[in-house]
Each structure stands twice: as C-alpha cells, then as structure tokens.
C-alpha cells in the first residue's frame, strides 16, 4: 500500500510564507512526476505546480515568481515554498504522484488527503 502524506498548513496573513512538504510511503518501486494541486471552496480542483524526477518544474501562471516546489528523490518527498501570499491562495493543497509500486508494476497517480491553506488578515 503506497500513500502520501502532507504537513505544514495552516493560516497566515497576506504576504506570509508557507511550506508544505508531502511524503510518499509504501512498498514503492519508481516516482515519476510529483506535483502539488489546489481546490478553492466551490471551485475545481486546479494545478499548482509539478516536478519531474529529473527536477524540471511547471507552474501555475498564477503562483509564479512566488511559489517554489522542489523533491529529495531519496526521502520520496516535495516541499512546496510558497512566498507572497495572497488572500486568492486559499484552498486545500494535495500532493500527487505519479507512482509505479512494487505489487503493480504499472504507473497510478496517488493524491494525499488534502492540507487546508488560509490567508486572512
């Protein structure tokens, strides 16, 4: 059984920072691309940010210049750095990725439970 698990949000004032790391566990053979998504109240669920294993990244056009994702391939972890931030952030934050584990041997994309980010005065 392979899971993710998410850590490190929470409130914050406007301009604040935030980091999220999500940690992937399990009887896992390979991660691909690992990433990080939002889902505002009421709204779809809309793409952050996404890293490959070979640590080329893509961004949201709206959390450029101020969100950062990064992975240590050997904890089969992502960090998001998010800088800035607006009120416009809020949402609920899940981690995915795409991962092959040992009792499939085929790729499945995984998402972790969700961590609630709110900027507020």
């Known amino acids: 059984q392979v899971q993710l698990v998410e850590s490190g949000g929470g409130l914050v004032q406007p301009g604040g920072s935030l980091r999220l790391s999500c940690a992937a566990s399990g009887s896992i053979l390979r991660i691909n691309d690992m990433g990080w998504y939002r889902q505002p109240l009421g709204k779809e669920r809309e793409l952050v940010a996404t890293?490959?294993?070979?640590?080329?990244?893509n961004y949201a056009d709206s959390v450029k210049g101020r969100f950062t994702i990064s992975r240590d391939n050997a904890k089969n972890t992502v960090d998001l750095q998010m800088n800035s931030l607006k009120p416009e952030d809020t949402a609920v934050y899940y981690c995915n990725a795409k991962m092959i584990p040992r009792t499939r041997w085929f790729e499945a994309s995984y998402w972790g439970q969700g961590t609630q980010v709110t900027v507020s005065a």
């Open positions: 890293i490959t294993s070979g640590g080329s990244t």
